[in-house]
């Protein structure tokens, strides 16, 4: 990733970014994964809409990966969202500055957009996606955001929403992914393609819903903090030197570093370079037979052939007289 690309996904100073209402400070800084829905405007909830889904930061070590959508009745589309006014892009080609100022005019109760739109996130916190990603099932980053965009869908409809079109930006194969969100959402009409962001406005105000959120959350843990570790992507200097700088020797970092990433791996790996990190080896498991309830009381016959355990439990073992 190029310098003129990391600067626009380095999120702005705090004091010149809109905090949208999808920031969930208590989540974000204990690590969690969470969910926001707008409030659904009248002008919504009485035409079919057209909703598009796309992602911000997928790459990223640092960060959460934030999904967003967005929805629109299928009239209003293009005349709205590609109007001087607002001007909806790809959020990769839109400052940072603008990214905020069209986020609020969404969230101003006043403006058209808030009256005529709606919009969701799902944030999927750094601790989240790395434990998945190290489970057994191996629930990886694809399978995550599947599941995100598919909760994300279902809870805009669920809220009353006639969702009639569905457009998503997707970096895996399409065809693959249209089929599934098909058999799914049979009832609307699916898109799915590369790029989607650049051709789709209701993408594109998706793009710019989750990217501005987590331009906020990136901050969570403090303003010195987001600034020194820059824009979170591993080709980041700042994002790599804020690593090197606050890894703690055993622990790592916090809630806010994906543990599963190369980056992150290889530097809790002891070098010359990082030579304060401690390697830590666990025991193995026991691997032996599972001890019987019955075996810490049961004693062994004398012959050395095992005792009938019945017997002996209830009193007087089988086949022995009693008189």
Not at 41 to 70: H, I, T
Request: net charge negative.
């Amino acid at each position: 990733m190029g310098d003129s690309q990391l600067a626009l996904e380095t999120p702005p100073s705090p004091s010149s970014i809109f905090t949208p209402p999808s920031i969930d400070p208590p989540a974000l800084l204990s690590g969690a994964s969470y969910t926001y829905f707008s409030p659904i405007q009248p002008a919504v909830a009485s035409a079919p809409v057209c909703l598009g889904v796309d992602e911000a930061g997928r790459g990223p070590v640092l960060g959460p990966m934030v999904y967003g959508v967005f929805f629109v009745p299928l009239p209003l589309s293009d005349s709205l969202l590609r109007s001087p006014a607002h001007r909806f892009d790809d959020s990769k080609v839109l400052t940072p500055g603008f990214r905020s100022t069209l986020m609020q005019t969404l969230c101003t109760p006043s403006s058209e957009l808030f009256a005529n739109s709606g919009w969701a996130v799902s944030s999927l916190s750094a601790r989240d996606i790395g434990a998945h990603m190290f489970s057994p099932s191996s629930y990886n980053l694809n399978a995550q955001a599947m599941d995100a965009t598919v909760e994300l869908i279902k809870g805009v409809i669920e809220r009353g929403v006639n969702v009639a079109e569905i457009y998503v930006d997707t970096v895996g194969p399409p065809a693959t992914y249209q089929a599934k969100l098909e058999k799914i959402f049979p009832m609307a009409k699916i898109t799915v393609a590369k790029k989607a962001d650049s051709l789709y406005p209701c993408v594109s105000a998706a793009s710019v819903c989750a990217k501005v959120t987590r331009d906020v959350a990136l901050e969570a843990d403090g303003e010195e903090e987001a600034m020194a570790w820059g824009s979170g992507y591993p080709s980041d200097g700042r994002c790599v030197g804020w690593m090197r700088n606050n890894m703690h020797p055993v622990f790592g970092w916090g809630p806010e570093c994906r543990f599963s990433w190369g980056t992150a791996k290889d530097m809790l790996e002891p070098t010359k370079s990082t030579p304060g990190t401690v390697k830590v080896e666990w025991p193995a498991d026991d691997d032996g037979d599972n001890a019987r309830v019955t075996g810490f009381f049961v004693a062994g016959r004398s012959d050395g052939e095992p005792a009938d355990e019945l017997g002996t439990w209830f009193g007087t073992p089988a086949g022995v007289e009693a008189f």
